[in-house]
């Protein structure tokens, strides 16, 4: 896999450790999942993005895929501190990586073609935990949601 963000949706860390590597992929679908099931509703379309994500962008089979899936949501059931998660980003992603994070946290939102006022809440909460800005978030949104 590439080194650059094209055709990925995160990135893996630099340090090519493994263990580090799942951390993150544990951290990234924790937050897809938070993302996906905070309106009450884990819409199929949903799941199947987070698990074409995990697949394509941590270079991981449809099993592996899985275990992390439910490695992140064990997790999700013990601590729902999110800052646990965005820290594991902020600390291994540079901020344009970041910025994909956010737009494929759009994705997410969007795969059921709306916007509840919890995931609206949410994604404003991730923003801020990424340290990045309103106006990113926004373009983000737009981003995504017009296509582009």
């Known amino acids: 896999m590439s080194d650059s963000i ?3 949706f995160f990135g893996k860390p630099s ?3 493994v263990e580090n590597s799942h951390d993150i992929a ?3 679908c924790a937050i897809l999942m938070e993302m996906a099931g905070i309106d009450g509703e884990f819409d199929p379309s949903e799941i199947s993005l ?3 994500t995990l697949k394509k962008s941590f270079d991981l089979s449809g099993e592996r895929a899985k275990v992390v899936m439910a490695s992140s949501s064990q997790e999700l059931s013990e601590n729902r501190d999110l800052w646990r998660f965005t820290n ?3 600390q291994n992603y540079s901020r344009d990586e970041k910025l994909e994070v956010l737009r494929t946290i759009f994705r997410v939102v969007y795969a059921d073609d709306s916007l509840s006022k919890h995931e609206d809440y949410l994604v404003r909460k991730l923003t801020y935990l990424f340290r990045l800005t309103h106006k990113d978030m926004i373009n983000a949104k737009l981003a995504v949601r017009d296509g582009s």
Do not use: K
Request: charged share 20%.
């Open 6 to 8: 094209s055709g990925r």
């Open 50 to 52: 987070i698990m074409e």
């Open 88 to 90: 594991q980003i902020n």
């Open 26 to 28: 544990v951290a990234a």
């Open 15 to 17: 340090t090519g450790d």
